[in-house]
């Protein structure tokens, strides 16, 4: 499903920007050049970005509790 239209952007080009460590709007945004013009779809892209660590979260909880970790020291 196309997100941006401005830029030709899809939930999938999101989800595969998040996979591929994108970890905020900005990261994603920059990597697959949606919500640059007219902003229209940050709130579709959060959504979808949000999403996807939710779901990577549960399918890995000891994955993500390790970064927690990391991050936090």
Not at 31 to 60: H, N
């Amino acid at each position: 499903m196309i997100v941006c239209h401005c830029a030709v952007v899809g939930d999938k080009q999101i989800v595969a920007s998040v996979e591929a460590g994108a970890t905020c709007l900005s990261q994603v945004c920059a990597s697959t050049g949606a919500g640059r013009d007219c902003g229209s779809c940050v709130f579709s892209v959060r959504r979808i970005i949000c999403e996807t660590v939710e779901s990577e979260a549960i399918s890995d909880p000891v994955h993500t509790l390790a970064e927690a970790e990391r991050e936090a020291s």
